[in-house]
């Protein structure tokens, strides 16, 4: 039930992490300046490292300072320094959990938050199951007279067996409705907005369907390497890092169905339907629409093995087979050591007939729509017009918006949207269960027969748009990767 009452401690497992002080911190830091937090909240940060709260505290300010969208305020920040603390222990010892538990009541009694608690799991993903029997055995997760909920970080296991075990024993102790996976794309504005521009603008659902669009394109690029996650990619990839939990989120958000009303339930299950939708893969297909790659390079990183097998590029042709998009190719691509930092959805329609202009000018550009998700927050729509002159030329222009790119607009950073919804108790931006379950039994099946096929690695460069297989995969259906981060026609 979604309350205004988030009167609570949050309670930080990995404090001294680089997630909590890059991203947690400094949101916590902007729901105070937008008065999005009361003072009955407050927030006790577990860490490994002998620190005590003065020195935490100090930390977190040059956090907030280095990392918040929000100039710091030194008022602001003295009404939440004193409300940050920091417990040292070892996520196995249960001497610990004793002293936070008492701890956890001695701060109840303070800032009058009558048991309400958030447990952020910002640790690697071995120690979840661990803090969430912890906190049960010491009797941290009751849910009765007040409210527990967790918060867990991707990835959500490391496949469809490993994710099952993994919620049973979560859910066990916290139950589905007081489980909030995060997938941080969920927060971020665009992505919110991707259902009001289709559902509340009559001339876009109308024509959202196959009779007018010709594929759609979802990319994601990133120009860094894996930098220091060296570990933990080796165990991922391309496939589990992105294409499981991202990826497929923002095609289900593309792709649903209007909900029947807006409430949390609604929207996941129609989202829902869409992965269940989604055209079985065969061997075959897999080994025909699914394109893998790995930048050079990427084997003398740390903690990467020499002979790596590892893609750090994935691209997907998906087929949703329902009415509304049965024959529409999705191409799905994201990498590393890309051109351009961006994420976007593209929209591209149909051709109309070849007669009047086509006829007589040939080659026009196709309408577009584009949602930037990131760098830039905005939807272009491009289409074609006459060019001003005394030629009768016909070029692509845009009408567009951009909502991060005005002078004093500072859109919300995701986390502050997912850190604020949860205490409010809204899961709506949160990954379901059957969410998460239906993307991994749809990328098993690619990851086992790429387990079973040894790629030709490294095969693309850094700087480059990937292997040239994931060209391939649309140019024998004669279309094209839209190069994003750009403009859309190369000739102008």
């Not at 930080?12 to 729901?31: E, Q, S």
């Not at 603390?85 to 196995?92: A, I, L, P």
């Not at 570990?231 to 990839?237: D, H, L, S």
């Not at 379901?432 to 690695?457: C, G, L, M, Q, T």
Request: glycine share 6%; with cysteine; net charge negative.
């Amino acid at each position: 039930m979604v309350t205004d009452n988030i009167s609570s401690i949050m309670v930080i497992f990995g404090g001294t992490g680089d997630l909590t002080h890059r991203k947690l911190m400094p949101a916590i830091y902007n729901l105070l300046y937008d008065k999005s937090l009361r003072e009955n909240f407050c927030v006790v940060s577990i860490g490994r490292r002998d620190k005590t709260d003065e020195i935490y505290r100090n930390e977190v300010y040059e956090s907030i300072k280095k990392f918040s969208r929000i100039k710091i305020d030194d008022e602001l920040w003295k009404n939440l320094r004193d409300r940050i603390y920091y417990q040292k222990f070892e996520f196995h010892d249960d001497d610990g959990y004793s002293r936070l538990k008492g701890f956890l009541k001695v701060l109840d009694d303070k800032y009058k938050t009558n048991g309400n608690r958030i447990y952020y799991l910002a640790v690697a993903p071995e120690y979840f199951e661990l803090i969430v029997e912890k906190l049960h055995q010491h009797g941290m997760t009751e849910n009765e007279k007040s409210w527990q909920r967790v918060m867990i970080e991707k990835p959500f296991g490391k496949d469809l067996n490993s994710a099952v075990y993994l919620n049973k024993k979560i859910t066990d102790v916290f139950t589905e409705k007081n489980t909030y996976r995060i997938d941080h794309y969920l927060g971020k504005e665009m992505l919110q907005n991707i259902m009001v521009i289709r559902f509340a603008n009559v001339f876009f659902e109308p024509v959202w369907n196959n009779k007018y669009i010709d594929n759609v394109q979802i990319s994601s690029s990133e120009t860094v390497g894996v930098e220091n996650r060296g570990g933990y990619y080796e165990k991922a990839g391309a496939l589990r890092d992105m294409i499981q939990n991202h990826m497929l989120q923002l095609l289900t958000l593309t792709a649903m169905e209007p909900p029947i009303d807006l409430t949390t339930d609604s929207i996941h299950d129609e989202k829902v339907k869409v992965l269940k939708s989604l055209k079985e893969l065969t061997p075959d297909l897999v080994l025909k629409n699914a394109v893998r790659g790995q930048y050079e390079g990427y084997r003398d990183e740390d903690r990467v093995s020499p002979d790596s097998d590892t893609e750090t590029f994935a691209a997907i042709k998906v087929f949703v087979d329902n009415f509304r998009w049965a024959g529409v190719p999705f191409y799905i691509r994201t990498g590393k050591k890309l051109p351009v930092k961006s994420t976007e959805i593209i929209i591209q329609f149909k051709p109309l007939p070849g007669v009047l202009y086509f006829k007589e000018y040939g080659g026009l550009m196709p309408d577009l729509l584009v949602i930037k998700i990131q760098p830039e927050e905005g939807v272009f729509l491009q289409f074609n017009a006459k060019r001003p002159g005394t030629l009768n030329k016909v070029i692509p222009v845009r009408m567009d918006f951009c909502q991060n790119c005005q002078v004093g607009m500072n859109s919300p950073e995701a986390y502050e949207r997912l850190i604020y919804d949860a205490l409010r108790g809204d899961s709506t931006l949160f990954t379901r269960w059957d969410e998460v379950e239906y993307s991994w039994r749809y990328v098993d099946k690619i990851a086992e027969v790429w387990k079973n096929n040894k790629p030709d690695f490294p095969n693309y460069k850094p700087g480059t748009w990937g292997p040239y297989d994931a060209d391939e995969l649309l140019l024998r259906d004669n279309f094209k990767w839209w190069n994003i981060g750009g403009f859309y026609d190369e000739n102008i």
